[in-house]
């Protein structure tokens, strides 16, 4: 297999990844009042919004998340695996009760 193909493959497993997951979060995460904004992206354009940053696990901890919130949301929270600005927390939280 030719260099340049396996190069490739993983960036486009990144890039498939990276849709699947903000769609999954956005579906979570629908707000009137918090705005989320994934890594890398543009500002929402409505000013009424407050914004959340959040910066999303990879897909295998995400589905960890999603089979056991009450235990995996904390625990991957803690180790890294997504990060949210501190001073965002409690609106995230509260948003997903």
């Known amino acids: 297999m030719p260099a340049g193909k396996k ?11 990276k849709r699947v997951l903000k769609r999954i979060f ?4 629908q707000s009137g009042d918090f705005a989320i904004v994934l890594e ?12 959340i940053n ?3 696990p990879n897909l295998y901890r995400t589905l960890q998340i999603l089979i056991k919130p009450d235990r995996m949301l904390g625990q991957s929270y803690v ?3 997504w990060g949210v600005e501190p001073e965002q927390l409690f609106n995230f939280l509260y948003l997903i009760r």
């Not at 190069?7 to 990844?17: N, V």
């Not at 956005?26 to 995460?29: A, D, E, G, H, N």
């Not at 890398?40 to 914004?51: D, G, S, V």
């Open 79 to 81: 180790d890294g695996h």
């Open 40 to 51: 890398r992206e543009k500002l929402p354009q409505n000013q009424n919004t407050k914004l």
């Open 26 to 29: 956005r579906k979570l995460l």
């Open 54 to 56: 959040l910066r999303l």
């Open 7 to 17: 190069e490739c493959q993983p960036s486009i497993l990144r890039s498939l990844e």
